[in-house]
Nanobody, 115 residues
Framework: QVQLVESGGGLVQAGESLKLSCIAS????????MGWYRQAPGKQRELVAS???????DYADSVKGRFTISRDNVKKTVYLQMNSLKPEDTAIYYC?????????WGQGTQVTVSS
């Protein structure tokens, strides 16, 4: 069974930074694409960033240049470094693992950015 556990969310002021972590259980972590998504109140869940098993990263336009996704395959952990945070980054952030057979989600971690 795959479980994803996020941590690192919190309340910060605009311009500050946070680093989210997502620890995965299960096998073959290094093979799967990992992603960070977010959902703000009243809005649909959206992709923030993703990284393939080989380390190729992709970002939403709204976070390019501010956020960095990375992974440690030994620790089975994916990170999201968020710099220059803006109030519009406020959301619940979810970790996702995509495999050919299924997808798995974490429980989410709240990020709140005050102006």
């Amino acid at each position: 069974q795959v479980q994803l556990v996020e941590s690192g969310g919190g309340l910060v002021q605009a311009g500050e930074s946070l680093k989210l972590s997502c620890i995965a259980s299960g096998s073959f972590f290094s093979l799967w694409t990992m992603g960070w998504y977010r959902q703000a109140p009243g809005k649909q869940r959206e992709l923030v960033a993703s990284v393939t098993g080989g380390g190729n990263a992709d970002y939403a336009d709204s976070v390019k240049g501010r956020f960095t996704i990375s992974r440690d395959n030994v620790k089975k952990t994916v990170y999201l470094q968020m710099n220059s945070l803006k109030p519009e980054d406020t959301a619940i952030y979810y970790c996702r693992m995509g495999t050919p057979a299924s997808e798995y989600w974490g429980q989410g971690t709240q990020v709140t950015v005050s102006s």
